[in-house]
């Protein structure tokens, strides 16, 4: 699939490079609103194989994943499968905005209630160390930078964290960008899960001289 994105800044101007994050996280998260359910299903499947069997090689760990918002993937499933399987599970929750996240165990029986921007968090459930952090993408680049929804939040968790997990971007092979200019703080993922299959991070990243020291600007989900 090639989609039809805004052309990325040919200088290193901060402000342009931030506008074109913006519009093209627009056009991104358009396509995906966009696909059809069968197109979505027939590549959301292929990554869940690929999740699969990167778990394989992880039947105890700790799994922080997402609850599916704007037509994420459902990593549900295969989570639901490793927690019966005797893996352990974790979902986000959100103190509040410009806060870092927190993960609180997870079970198909756990009791959900409304969170941030009305997304579903556990409750009556206590906080764990995670070993595997789901990041979604909604796009990323070779390097596994990410452009998620703005907020900042998976940065800011990351960089609180005491012991740092292995991260984990997961989204659709057509929204790979050549570059995403990431910020001075952006912290890339460890591994990219998409449709392609599975791919480990080399470590050679863009430098941080290379990277804009800017916010990223506010996050996109409604109160």
Known sequence: MILDLPAAPVDGDAIKQTEWRHAVRQALLGWRSGLDAGTHQKLSDEIRGHFTMFLKDR???TIGFYWPIQNEIDLRPVVTAHVKSGGKAALPVVPGK????IFHDWTPDTEMVPGFARIPEPANSTEIAVHVLLAPLVGFDPAG?????GGGFFDR???ALKR???VVGIGFEATRLENIFPHQYDVPVDVLITDHGTRYIDGQKTGDADKTDQASPPCHLSD
């Open 59 to 61: 039947p105890s760990a």
């Open 145 to 149: 930078y990410r452009l998620g929804y």
């Open 164 to 166: 740092k997990p292995l």
């Open 157 to 159: 968790t990351l960089a």
């Open 98 to 101: 410009d806060q870092a996240m």
